[in-house]
């Protein structure tokens, strides 16, 4: 667990095993903001995961970054062609429960 995560932020759901967490709303905006302008924080990262197709490699995959405007930066792209990278030196976690709550935010369609 990150050090952003408080107890009251992060909680089991009922039912479920100790690692099936809720992650709140609150978290998946400060990780957000990690997948933009992310070169350096990519690169001295672990493992870096993308929240779209929901892989989890090492930064030395990446092959395509883009140019921010006003020289603000360089993104990384995801090999699926989405900028919905977040490394690990980020401080959130890079698993699999983590790229699901943050698709299910910031790519699922509310009917």
Known sequence: MTKLMKKQELSNQDNKDSHDFIFSENIL??????????????????????FYCLSIYTPD???EWLKEDNDSGYTALCSCGVDALIGSASNFPITSEFMQAMHSKWFSVEE
């Open 29 to 50: 905006i400060k990780a957000h903001k990690h997948c933009i302008r992310n070169r350096d924080e990519i690169l001295a990262s672990e493992l870096c995961g993308c």
């Open 61 to 63: 995959k990446i092959s």
